[in-house]
């Protein structure tokens, strides 16, 4: 009795979901519309920088719209047929409703959980390039060589990727490999994809420098950071104050006689720039625009690699043995993902570049965990 009592109040809150659901779904169209329009804007399309960001934006919402598209067209035929079985007297039109129904019906959960996964919120941060820092941890000159090991197999995945990656700074091991590495990669989600990757790393294998023939167990530390680039500098229009001023310095009467030098201020930091290199006001203004941002770049990085240093001490550890995020184990060919409890016996692949499965679990599990908490709320 006490069962049925509940079941309307079950159907309401599903009914409720599902709304909320198609409603974040229609919002979604039609900010892909308004964006599809934008494109052709030919404002837009002068801006490569407003161009590339509204493109990207085009490009993310185009995958739920079009999942979108497809679930409300199986809604829409799934009530077109409930309609005929309920209204058509015509056995042979009720048959073949009852047929369509039979396979529209189950397409119903699968496209709801494909929709669930796309609406998942993204970090904003996924889609920007990465930088990696390799660290030799505990275990001497095995270390150093398993750091490069690393270091190996992480760029022959962004080769497979089709990224461009630069190293940036090297400390060689006195044995080989690397004590310290740090690699710049360029492409298509690189942080996104990369990001699980930060942790103790640990190999068990027979060292080279090992004349016993005994398994040693070392470790490696690995970090990734988002890359902070120019175009992540957002400056509100609003924000800066503009003041006018009569040059100084050679130049002539011209100069004596036309407020043509400027100062900008941005409020919200202090920072304040001043010009007046240029014959005119308005290339006066240009320029201060441009000394502005490089000012409040360089202070945006410095507070960025700030935040790094603090991350970085979070993600490596202690770089000793016990604080893993993965193993590497030689003798049994096995890779072993601590977090996932993933383990592959496949070492000698993912070791040479074959890093792509685990890297996929990893982010499958991650929004799973994302898709339960939303679910919750």
Request: aromatic share 8%.
């Amino acid at each position: 009795m006490t069962h049925n009592f509940y079941i309307p109040l079950i159907v309401v809150f599903l009914q409720s979901k599902l709304k909320s659901m198609l409603d974040k779904l229609e919002a979604i169209k039609e900010r892909y519309e308004y964006v599809s329009e934008q494109l052709g804007d030919p404002d837009v399309v002068s801006d490569m920088k407003r161009y590339t960001k509204i493109s990207k934006e085009y490009k993310n919402l185009g995958e739920i719209v079009t999942a979108y598209d497809a679930y409300k067209n199986v809604l829409d035929n799934i009530a077109t047929n409930k309609e005929i079985l309920a209204t058509e007297e015509d056995e042979e039109f009720r048959e073949m409703a009852k047929m369509e129904l039979d396979e529209l019906l189950p397409k119903v959960a699968e496209m709801e959980e494909e929709i669930k996964f796309l609406l998942i919120p993204k970090d904003p941060e996924d889609e920007k390039n990465a930088v990696m820092e390799i660290r030799a941890g505990t275990g001497g000159d095995e270390a150093s060589i398993f750091a490069g090991d690393l270091y190996r197999m992480y760029t022959r995945f962004f080769d497979n990727k089709k990224w461009t990656h630069e190293t940036i700074a090297t400390t060689e091991g006195s044995s080989g490999g690397y004590s310290k590495i740090a690699i710049q990669i360029n492409g298509n989600n690189v942080y996104g994809t990369l990001k699980f990757e930060s942790g103790g790393h640990r190999v068990q294998r027979v060292p080279r420098t090992e004349s016993q023939g005994r398994v040693h167990t070392s470790a490696a530390t690995v970090v990734v950071m988002p890359r902070l680039e120019m175009e992540d500098v957002n400056v509100n229009k609003a924000d800066l104050k503009w003041d006018t001023f009569r040059a100084s310095g050679a130049g002539g009467q011209h100069v004596n006689k036309t407020e043509s030098a400027v100062r900008v201020t941005h409020l919200p930091t202090g920072v304040v720039v001043e010009c007046q290199d240029g014959r005119s006001q308005i290339r006066n203004r240009e320029i201060a625009e441009e000394r502005l941002y490089a000012k409040l770049y360089d202070k945006q990085r410095e507070e960025h690699e700030s935040k790094v240093a603090g991350a970085r001490k979070s993600l490596v550890g202690t770089g000793d043995r016990s604080g893993k995020v993965r193993t590497y184990n030689y003798p049994q060919n096995r890779v072993t993902d601590h977090r996932i409890n993933l383990t592959l016996y496949n070492l000698s692949a993912i070791i040479d570049g074959d890093v792509a499965g685990i890297i996929e679990a990893l982010q499958v599990a991650d929004n799973a965990e994302k898709l339960k908490a939303g679910l919750e709320n």
